[in-house]
């Protein structure tokens, strides 16, 4: 399995961005594909997720309403919109699949991170 993360970049608060991860070798109706970030001098915490197969979605509080998951199968690619961003949205962000759940502990496979920077 690899996935392959773009899209990040500097913005002014209530800008957007949209984050792409390209993967492949993936196979299986139970994985989820998420994306995490890890804010600087913090723990890696859990954004979205959204079922390889299918439509479930979730989402962090903190994001409800601004960010959308979405998934475009004929490309195996998987799409974070990131709307009214705000600065404390900023920090690495990372693609991953594996187990459904919030915990990153869950994901076996990682995409490297892109940067996103949130300027007030």
């Known amino acids: 399995v690899q996935l392959q993360a773009s899209g990040g970049g500097m913005v002014q608060a209530g800008g957007s961005l949209r984050l792409s991860c390209a993967a492949s070798?993936?196979?299986?109706?139970?994985?989820?594909m998420g994306w995490f970030r890890q804010p600087p001098g913090k723990e890696r915490e859990f954004v979205a997720g959204i079922r390889w197969t299918g439509t479930l979605t979730s989402y962090t509080d903190s994001v409800k309403g601004r960010f959308t998951i979405n998934r475009d199968n004929a490309k195996n690619t998987v799409y974070l919109q990131m709307n009214s961003l705000e600065p404390e949205d900023t920090a690495v962000y990372y693609c991953a699949a594996g187990s459904p759940g919030r915990s990153w502990r869950t994901y076996a496979y990682w995409g490297q991170g892109t940067q996103v920077t949130v300027s007030s």
């Open positions: 070798g993936l196979t299986g109706s139970n994985v989820d």
